[in-house]
């Protein structure tokens, strides 16, 4: 299906992988995952091989296989977003192709290496994304990088590629919310029907408060009920239920994505995962690392303070 901006409102999990204790991926154990956090009623969207499915630790064929496997089981009506993590331009285009011919919808385009370091001018990504944009011919989606990490884009180009007529999404984690609001208000005034979907973990509730048109996050994988409800509170602008919501995600949220380093919220999140059931292992692959006992701990009071274990 071609999609748009508008078909990629709600909620967007960013899917998890758990992988067996060989350190082989567990299909039945990602079936569980998508059983728990890709239902209907709480998730609108669903993107893989993502940070949160530890993409750049699989092989190609891993990540072809995932696309499969989700496609078949979330049905042909759900939108299906694909992450690109590409060294330069011809690994983009490749691992986009792929993505489309396994059945994505939407390649969600992580920012190339060489634009990495803070040193890309606002030229270089706007004419990485038109050229690939014209010639994939297929529905785009930038994912924003945290400034700090010097991979992130500047208000001004996101808002010019946000008029590439493909580009239909910007997934939005620049990591400050002084940056949320300065990219919603450039990117909605040059192009209002691309969809800005916040994923800064620490504030969800005011990134929403200012202007939002879903979330995508990782943290669906583990509290997808819990996000969907900030999302209905928000489509209702009901702010009393939005604060109820942000409350019982709090404490989650903190233990997710509050220790050092946050690299580690994934595992975190399969930690959480494995507590409540669905999952037998959380341990991800090289270079990340299991997480200590008070980690583990730590998710579990969460959990338990949340209502949810």
């Known amino acids: 299906m071609t999609l748009t901006g508008k078909d990629l409102g709600g ?5 998890v992988l758990p992988f067996d204790f060989e350190g082989a991926v567990d299909w039945a154990g990602y079936e569980a995952v998508l059983d728990h956090c890709a239902r209907p009623e709480t998730t609108d969207c669903v993107f893989v091989n993502g940070h949160a499915g530890e993409a750049t630790a699989l092989s190609d064929g891993e990540r072809i296989e995932v696309i499969r496997r989700t496609r078949d089981q979330i049905g042909k009506d759900r939108p299906l977003l694909a992450g690109v993590v590409p060294t330069g331009y011809p690994d983009a285009i490749r691992q986009a192709e792929m993505a489309r011919e396994a059945g994505a919808d ?9 634009l990495g370091g803070g040193n890309a001018s606002t030229a270089a990504p706007v004419r990485f994304m038109e050229k690939l944009a014209g010639d994939l011919q297929m529905p785009l989606s930038v994912f924003q990088f945290p ?4 991979y992130g884009f500047s208000t001004m180009a996101l808002a010019e590629i946000a008029q590439i007529p493909q580009v239909i999404a910007i997934k939005e984690g620049s990591a400050t919310m002084l940056a949320y609001e300065e990219n919603w208000r450039a990117v909605k005034k040059a192009a209002p029907d691309c969809a800005v979907l916040p994923s800064n973990f620490n504030w969800f509730l005011a990134q929403l408060a200012v202007g939002g048109d879903g979330i995508l996050s ?13 999302w209905r509170a928000c489509e209702a602008m009901d702010l009393a239920a939005m604060r109820v919501a942000s409350d019982r995600l709090h404490p989650i949220v903190r ?6 380093p946050v690299i580690d919220m994934h595992t975190r999140m399969k930690e959480g995962l494995k507590l409540l059931g669905v999952i037998e292992n959380a341990a991800p692959r090289l270079p990340l690392l299991p997480q200590s006992p008070e980690v583990i701990e730590g998710v579990r009071l ?8």
């Open 147 to 150: 400034l700090a990490s010097g």
């Open 302 to 309: 969460a959990l338990v303070d949340a209502g949810l274990l």
């Open 255 to 260: 233990s997710i994505y509050g220790p050092a």
């Open 11 to 15: 909620i967007t999990v960013a899917t």
């Open 218 to 230: 990782g943290l669906a994988s583990l509290a997808p009920g819990l996000l969907a409800d900030l």
């Open 106 to 114: 939407v390649a969600v385009i992580f920012p190339a290496e060489a």
